[in-house]
């Protein structure tokens, strides 16, 4: 077997439901280290009856793991950027084509990381200024495009990735501020991950849940736990086969590599 990129992965299904700080039973994280399988991870006991994760404590959590030295692979099911036309439809109101130069323009009009603003507040006015930051479902990125089943950050819905996506992405900007270069934001930070370096990637665990169902059933898990442990199980397996790598640097065309830098990535998509 070649010698793996990372020692550590974390699968995490994710939800933007309610406030950062309410603890919901869709946040489920699962982590695997060496040969082993994933295993569920517990919140902090900061209350011993406590059973669920909520948002702050997962963006803590993971920057504690994150600042030792286990270089660590972390899949998050959320877009982490928006498409190319919701740039240039804000560009004449200042915003520019970096992503963290979006990072700080959806934090002024999306606060979701406050303590009491949750992303519904936000959709129907209540706090922040989110109708000067929206669009329309029709904008996909190209990675969505590609993915086969992807809806659009815009797509408001049952099912749908709208509400982990502005739940999460003030998050990841925290961690950011945080961790500094101690973490790689792939492809943000470019396409190749440095050697000793953690990262933080976005995944769609619908990629990957068939090919752990069995796995999953023996382990009586439920449909959030399925999907955070099949991110987990996926990253593992391809890095100790050697396949990761190739997800990694995916074949682009210049032009689609440099669109992808600012728009995102889903790990796993050709």
């Known amino acids: 077997m070649s010698k793996t990129k990372f020692s550590r992965?974390?699968?995490?299904?994710?939800?933007?439901?309610e406030t950062s700080t309410a603890n919901l039973r869709e946040l489920q994280i699962f982590l695997t280290e060496g040969e082993g399988k994933p295993k569920k991870q517990s919140p902090p006991q900061s209350h011993p009856s406590r059973k669920n994760w909520n948002r702050k404590d997962i963006a803590d959590w993971l920057i504690e793991k994150l600042s030792d030295k286990t270089t660590t692979l972390v899949g998050i099911d959320h877009a982490f950027s928006?498409?190319?036309?919701?740039?240039?439809?804000?560009?004449?109101?200042?915003l520019k084509r970096t992503w963290p130069a979006f990072l700080k323009d959806l934090q002024?009009?999306?606060?979701?990381?406050?303590?009491?603003?949750?992303v519904d507040y936000v959709l129907k006015g209540k706090a922040g200024k989110g109708e000067e930051r929206w669009g329309f479902p029709g904008w996909l990125r190209l990675t969505e495009e590609r993915s086969g089943?992807?809806?659009?950050?815009?797509?408001?819905?049952?099912?749908t990735v709208t509400y982990a996506t502005f739940g999460g992405i003030p998050w990841l900007r925290y961690m950011r501020q945080k961790l500094g270069r101690r973490v790689h934001f792939w492809?943000?930070?470019?396409?190749?991950?440095?050697?000793?370096?953690s990262a933080i990637v976005e995944v769609y665990p619908a990629l990957w849940n068939d090919q752990f169902t069995q796995e999953c059933r023996n382990l009586n898990?439920?449909?959030?736990?399925?999907?955070?442990y099949s991110v987990a199980a996926w990253m593992?397996?391809?890095?100790?086969?050697?396949?990761?790598?190739?997800?990694?640097?995916p074949k682009l065309k210049r032009d689609e590599s440099k669109l992808a830098r600012i728009e995102g990535w889903i790990l796993g998509v050709a």
């Open 221 to 228: 898990l439920n449909e959030h736990q399925r999907d955070a």
């Open 236 to 249: 593992a397996e391809s890095d100790r086969n050697g396949r990761l790598e190739k997800f990694l640097k």
């Open 108 to 118: 002024n009009y999306w606060p979701t990381s406050d303590d009491d603003i949750s």
């Open 187 to 197: 492809p943000f930070d470019g396409w190749s991950i440095p050697s000793n370096r």
């Open 9 to 17: 992965y974390i699968g995490i299904d994710y939800s933007g439901k």
């Open 82 to 94: 928006f498409p190319l036309k919701y740039f240039d439809h804000y560009a004449q109101k200042g």
């Open 149 to 159: 089943g992807a809806k659009s950050v815009f797509h408001l819905g049952n099912g």
